[in-house]
C-alpha cells in the first residue's frame, strides 16, 4: 500500500526524537539567555556593549563549527542509523554543558577561563550540527506521507521550547535571586540544569527505533553514503544552503537576540525583555503545528514564498519601529509579527530539506549545507548586529535580514515544491514496488 495510507505515526519515537531535541535546544539556548549575567564573569570591561560583543563572538563560533558535526554526525546517521548519531549529539551537549559549570571566571584562571567557555562551545557547536540533520531526518521518515508537514513542524517546536524553557528559567532566577547573585554563581545553575536532561535525553534516545524507510534501504542497497556521494546532489545542496541563509538570520534576529536588542536599543530592563520574547515565542510554538499542517494542503514552496515575501516587505519597519521607546504591549505586537513572518521557513523546515534529498545521503544532505549555512549567517547575526550598534550604523543590520529574505524568496520561486516531488515518498514507493510492507 501507499506510504499515506500507513499505519498512524508512532508518538513514543516522536516523542523520543523531540524530547531530546529540546534539551539539546536547551542547552545550546542557556548561553544566549544568560549571557548578559555571566558576560562580565568571562570578559571583564566597562562596557556592556563590548562584553556582549565577546560573548556573542564565542556564540558565533560554537555555529562555525557546526558544518563539522553536520558532516561527521551526518554521515554516521547515514552509514549506521539515525539513532546512533543522535546519541552521540546528546553526549557532547551534556559534556559542554558540564564544563561551563566547573570552569572558574577570568578572575580565578585568567584567559583560561574563556578559552575552557570556547572549547565548551565548540563540543556543543559540534552536537548541534549533527544533531538538526539526524533529527529532521528521522522525524520527517516515520511520519505518515500526508501529516509529514505536521509532524515535521514538531522540530521546531522543541527548538523554540528549548529556547523558551532557558528564558523561563532565568525569570525564575531573576526571582528567586539577586543580580549580584546571578553574576557571581547563579548563571551557573541552567548549565547544570542542561547536563542533568542530557542525561535523560540519552535515556530516551536509547529506546528509539529506526525508521522503518531507513532500515529497509540499508539492508536493501549497497550505495555509499559520504561527501563524495552528497556531491551528485548539487542542486539539492545549494537549495538547503541558499534557504537556510535567509530563514536563519530571520529566525536569530528574532528569536535569540531579540532579548538583547529590547535591553540594549529599545531600553527595556532585562526582566521585561525576558518577559515579552517569553510571551511572543510561547505564539511562535503554537504557530509551528499549524503552519506546518497548512504546508501538507498547500504545498511547501507556497510557505517559502510567503515568508520570502513578507520578510523582505515588512523585516526593516518592524525592527525600527522596535528601536523607538514603547509599551510592553506595542513591542509584543511587533515581536510577533515577526515571529508570525519567520514561521513560513521555520515550520517546514524540516520538511523540505530532507524531502529533497534520497535515504541514503538524507542525513548528510540535510546537515552539512545547513549547518554551513547557520554558520556563517546565523550564528553570526547577533554579532554583526551589535557590531553595526557599535559603530552607528544599527539600521543596516535591519536591511542586511531584508536582503536575506529576498535571496530565500528568489530561491523558493525557482524550486520544485518539495511536496510533490519528495523523495521521501519515492523511497517508500520504491519499497512497494519490491513488495516491502509498508
Known sequence: MRAAD????????????????????????????????????????????VQLMNTAAVFAIGFLVRPIGGLLLGHL???????????????LMGGGSLLIVVTPGYARIGALAPALLLFARVLQGISLGGEYGASATYLSEIAPANRRGFYSSFQYV???????LALGLLIVLQGALST?????WGWRIPFLIGAVLSALALYLRRTMDEPAVFVRARAASSRPGGLKELLRYPRETFTV???????????????????????????????EATLISSVALLVFIALQPLVGWLSDRTGRRAMLITFGVLGTVFTVPILSALAEPQSFTSALG???AGVLITSGYTSINAIFKAELFPVHVRALGVALPFAIGVSVFGGTAEYVALVLKNAGHESWFYYYVSALAFFCLVVSITMQDTKAASRIERDALADAAAGAPI
Do not use: H
Not at 158 to 164: A, D, F, N, S
Not at 252 to 269: D, I, R
Open 180 to 184: 549580584d547573585e546571578l553574576i557571581n
Open 241 to 271: 544552503l541558499a534557504l537556510t541563509a535567509g530563514g536563519t538570520v530571520s529566525f536569530y534576529c528574532f528569536t535569540t537576540y531579540m532579548q538583547k536588542y529590547l535591553v540594549n536599543t529599545t531600553g527595556f530592563s532585562i526582566n
Open 334 to 336: 511587533w515581536y510577533v
Open 77 to 91: 546517521a547515514d552509514r549506521t542509523g539515525r539513532k546512533t548519531a543522535l546519541i552521540l549529539s546528546v553526549l
Open 6 to 49: 500507513a499505519p498512524a505515526v508512532d508518538l513514543r519515537s516522536i516523542f523520543s526524537g523531540s524530547a531530546g531535541n529540546l534539551v539539546e535546544y536547551f542547552d545550546w539556548y542557556v548561553y544566549a539567555s544568560f549571557s548578559l549575567y555571566f558576560a562580565p564573569v568571562f570578559f571583564p570591561s566597562g562596557s556592556q556593549t
Open 158 to 164: 522543541t527548538i523554540i521550547m528549548g529556547q523558551l
